[in-house]
């Protein structure tokens, strides 16, 4: 098993790309995918696309983002990926079905994107499971899922949002 | 040799272990079945409980004698649990700060929750990996309302399971439909008054987050 313990650059650093660009080439640059959630942790078993074994042990000021280089050593290098986020993305069908649906993700703590009359949900867990949790709200109508959404705009932002305890 | 590829390396900190679940179901008792068995295999280990307004679980913990007192703190969350180790982990973290500057050669650290519902959840800037505690005599049903502890912990423990055939519960389902809704994910069934089923939890955690062995 590989043993990392430290961030040692970041894909989009110029020398570090140049290296990694060629590295490449070799075949020799290996890639640890990520969830958001998953990225949030200084610890954990990973195992990278070529299938190796890696126990990360990061320090906990640390923190991994999307493009950290794990390891840069002429014949490996390790870096992370972030997964692509997916979204369900809501409608609303009235002013009070938008607010209950605003109310019940906050509840639920999910992690909400807003974009005009939409309401975009990141997905930590099955979609099935978010729409059973909404099933009461689009069984009324007063809310009801967008399908085949495009891509979220680059710079999306994560907003916890408050709830009533 | 790299220090990356030192295959002894080790991370700066202790590795910091979540113990989540509602009121009951045994977290303490589960705690108290951990701490000898990862001291008999060599790991230094702390201890910090989170409890409403009292340190009555931490009280517990020291008086054990399974641990040097001084090596189990406490924290308070006041009325609302789940925030001190999710939305605000603040005191947690500081708390566990303390251990690894007071015991530099630190290995693990368990942080047992508050007792709350199955909504409770750990921040994972808290915690490196996290068990969410619920027992039958809970009710077998509890796996299927599909609460975001169950849902999302790293290690589902489902305990008391002596008391299923008491309680009427059909643990054959329960763990089917635990399996169902964490999507294969791991669940263990222990017995914590005797500590049937705590090895499994111990190997899990030692292979997921120690890494010694």
């Given at each position: 098993m590989l043993r990392l313990t430290d961030i040692v650059g970041h894909a989009t650093d110029a020398d570090i790309a140049e290296r990694l660009h060629q590295m490449e080439h070799d075949g020799v640059v290996e890639r640890i995918h990520l969830s958001r959630r998953d990225?949030?942790?200084?610890r954990q078993r990973v195992t990278t696309d070529r299938g190796t074994e890696v126990a990360l042990m990061l320090d906990r000021s640390s923190g991994l983002d999307n493009g950290a280089v794990l390891l840069l050593e002429p014949a490996r290098a390790v870096l992370v990926v972030l997964d692509e986020p997916q979204w369900l993305v809501l409608g609303a069908t009235s002013a009070a079905g938008a607010l209950e649906a605003g109310y019940f993700a906050g509840n639920m703590h999910w992690k909400v994107r807003f974009d005009g009359e939409r309401l975009w949900v990141l997905l930590e867990g099955p979609r099935d499971d978010y729409l059973k949790r909404l099933s009461h709200l689009l069984a009324r109508g007063h809310a009801q899922v967008i399908d085949a959404p495009p891509a979220p705009a680059a710079g999306v932002r994560y907003l916890a949002v408050p709830h009533a305890h | 040799m790299s220090a990356q590829l030192n295959p002894h390396a080790r991370p700066r900190g202790a590795a910091r272990v979540g113990i989540g679940g509602p009121v009951g179901s045994g977290k303490t008792a589960l705690l108290e079945q951990l701490i000898p068995r990862f001291m008999a295999r060599g790991t230094d280990i702390a201890v910090i409980t989170n409890d409403l307004v009292t340190a009555e679980d931490a009280e517990r913990v020291r008086r054990?004698?399974?641990?040097?007192?001084?090596r189990v703190l406490a924290v308070e969350t006041g009325a609302c649990p789940h925030t001190a180790i999710r939305e605000d982990p603040t005191l947690n973290l500081a708390a566990a700060d303390e251990l690894d500057r007071a015991y530099p050669g630190l290995e693990l650290i368990l942080i047992e929750s508050g007792g709350d519902n199955l909504a409770s959840s750990f921040s994972l800037d808290l915690v490196d990996y996290w068990l969410f505690v619920i027992d039958v005599a809970g009710g077998d049903d509890i796996p299927r309302k599909r609460g975001l502890g169950v849902l999302q912990c790293d290690l589902l423990v489902i305990n008391k399971v002596d008391l299923a055939p008491h309680v009427r519960v059909n643990l054959d389902r329960m763990v089917s439909e635990a399996h169902e809704v964490r999507l294969g994910r791991p669940t263990l069934l222990t017995n914590c008054a005797h500590g049937d089923g705590v090895d499994a939890v111990v190997e899990r955690i030692a292979q997921e987050v120690l890494f010694d062995r």
């Open positions: 990225l949030s942790r200084r | 054990s004698g399974l641990i040097a007192p001084e």
